[in-house]
Each structure stands twice: as structure tokens, then as C-alpha cells.
């Protein structure tokens, strides 16, 4: 055991100097300021970022169970999930748009 946080989303340890944010389940602009946040791998927030709207946060998304089960999320989860807890994204932003 590391000792290093979690990530909920992909279930991969967050060594320290790996870029990490915190997310806010339910969106600041759609009720969740002050409201529970995670602390997530820079790559996993960005592609939940990627693949939802903020209304689809709020409404049905705002539970890590529910983002787990989301199709494209759970794709990207097993893909990351493969990867060293260390892995970054060498591509800038976005890696892709919302479907």
C-alpha cells in the first residue's frame, strides 16, 4: 500500500507530482457549490468533462456509481485502467468531443 489517495473513478492510486483535480458531482453552476467533491486523475476529470454537459452531470451523473456505469466512462475506464497510475495524456485539452 502507497499511501497515495485514490482515484474513485478509475480505482488507480494518484502518486504525488501527477496532475489531479477535485470534481464537483453535482456542477458549482447547477446547485452543487459547497456540495461533495472528489479527487480525481487529471485525465479522468477531463474526460468526464469531455463526455457529459453539466445539465447531464447534474441531473444523472452526479454519483461515482452513475459515471462508472456511464458506456463512453466505463470504455475509458477499462482503457485507462491499464495504464501506470503515473500516465498522462500527451494530448493538450480535450482529447475529444462530446457525442
Not at 463526455?51 to 463512453?72: M, Q, V
Request: some cysteine.
Amino acid at each position: 500500500m502507497t499511501g497515495d489517495p485514490i482515484c474513485p473513478l478509475c480505482d488507480r492510486p494518484i502518486p504525488e507530482g501527477v496532475p489531479q483535480s477535485r470534481h464537483h458531482l453535482v456542477p458549482r453552476l447547477r446547485g452543487g457549490k459547497g456540495r461533495e467533491t472528489v479527487l480525481l486523475h487529471q485525465i479522468c476529470h477531463n474526460e468526464i468533462h469531455a463526455s457529459l454537459s453539466e445539465t447531464d452531470l447534474a441531473r444523472a451523473y452526479c454519483t461515482i456509481e452513475a459515471l462508472r456505469a456511464h458506456p463512453r466512462l466505463a470504455k475509458f475506464i477499462a482503457w485507462v485502467g491499464k495504464r501506470p497510475a503515473d500516465f498522462r495524456s500527451k494530448v493538450p485539452g480535450k482529447r475529444r468531443g462530446r457525442r
